[in-house]
């Protein structure tokens, strides 16, 4: 058995639509969810290794369904070989995507795919060095995700995330009294942390220019996705002191490098489901600042996106001083009412721990899989 692609064949393939319930209803200014809709797939080879990979359909987006998402994945499914996607050289170019036709696929499919197949791959790996541990990404510092609503209740929220050891909260803004949500956040935390917040994009930019400005009294430690598109975002960029970071306007690599070229945003979120998986969304960190966001995955999104994030924090400027460093956006599961794993990624003092196990160490719940299907 080898990472050579020639001993491994799959012996099943699943593909499993199912849904996990918020603890409160998700509010942003794109609309309002009750629960997140996912797919999870599940390869398994003939040598019994199991990988297993998520797609989150971003619904709120105007991306990819997940009627379209199921059918991608079952029609990869059926596609005769795949052995060869257990080949590391084969995906030494990101480029493959490109040119397979079997992954020419919207880009949460496509990174279900990827996250499985590296999940086979680490499960390998330790498989075939019994007697070392298996090497772990560090626990990466993550930012409390305050969901929108009445300034008080943000606010009281808000102390229940900085009583679990949380320092750097994110607001979503363009629903209300913004200003007022910030504030009332602000001095319940108090001076020392970190205040995030994000707009989807909801503001027109003479909007954003008022906003921005009003938003330096409160020392914000950056604006992610204040305008619709790149263009605007560069205009602002111009005037404002607080960082910008981009979410929507920033999809691939090239949207990056875009983003650079124009210093439209300094600074990115990256979403695995909204690049199409890790591989891009490590090029994306190694070409500018980042921290790695949750699309509202499950725990295998999440644990997959916790090896973004260590890549993200071990990342060193050769020639300078060390890149910034930023809370990730992947306590998420904390929002959810339910899970599907029996072992998952743990949330501890503002932290995210990588369960122990091989490959990402995600245990799956059977009984609450069958619960939450679709």
């Known amino acids: 058995m080898g990472c ?40 398994t080879t003939d040598e019994g290794l199991v990988g297993l990979g998520e797609a989150v359909p971003l619904s709120l987006r105007g991306g990819a369904s997940l009627e379209q998402v199921v059918r991608e994945l079952q029609d990869v499914a059926a596609s005769e070989p795949l052995y060869d996607f257990f080949d590391r050289s084969y995906f030494e170019v990101f480029s493959v995507a490109e040119i397979d036709p079997r992954l020419r696929l919207s880009a949460p499919a496509r990174c279900a795919v990827l996250c499985a197949v590296t999940d086979i791959w680490s499960r390998l790996a330790d498989a075939e060095d019994p007697g070392s541990e298996p090497i772990r990404p560090t626990p990466v510092t993550c930012n409390a995700t305050l969901i929108a609503g009445p300034a008080a209740a943000v606010a009281e929220d808000a102390l229940a995330w900085a009583e679990e050891g949380f320092s750097t909260f994110k607001l979503k803004l363009g629903v209300d009294d913004d200003l007022a949500l910030v504030q009332a956040v602000r001095d319940a935390v108090g001076p020392r942390a970190r205040l995030r917040v994000d707009a989807n994009g909801a503001w027109s930019l003479a909007t954003a220019l008022a906003m921005v400005s009003e938003l330096e009294q409160f020392d914000i430690e950056l604006v992610e996705q204040p305008v619709r ?7 602002l960029s111009r005037e404002s002191e607080v960082p910008l970071s981009g979410d929507e306007s920033i999809n691939n690599l090239e949207e990056a490098e875009l983003a650079l070229d124009l210093d439209a945003f300094q600074v990115t979120g990256i979403k695995l489901a909204k690049v199409g998986g890790l591989f891009e969304a ?3 960190g190694e070409l500018m600042p980042a921290y790695a966001s949750s699309a509202l995955d499950g725990p295998v999104g999440i644990a997959t996106a916790a090896r973004l994030a260590s890549n993200i924090d071990d990342k060193v400027n050769p020639v300078g001083p060390p890149p910034p460093r930023y809370a990730h956006g992947l306590a998420t599961q904390r ?3 339910a899970t599907i794993a ?8 503002g932290m995210l721990y ?21």
Not at 9 to 17: G, K
Not at 342 to 349: F, G, I, K, P, T
């Open 4 to 43: 050579d692609g020639l001993s491994l064949r799959l012996a099943s393939v699943e593909v499993i639509p199912y849904a996990l319930p918020f603890r409160e209803p998700y509010v942003t200014a794109r609309g309002t969810l009750t629960r997140r809709e996912m797919v999870m797939l599940r390869l």
């Open 229 to 235: 598109t790149m263009e605007e975002a560069a205009l």
């Open 282 to 284: 490590m090029e994306i």
């Open 335 to 337: 929002l959810f009412a």
């Open 342 to 349: 029996s072992v998952e990624c743990e949330l501890r003092d």
């Open 354 to 374: 990588p369960p122990p196990g091989p490959g990402l160490g995600i245990e799956i719940d059977e009984d609450a899989l069958q619960a939450h299907r679709l």
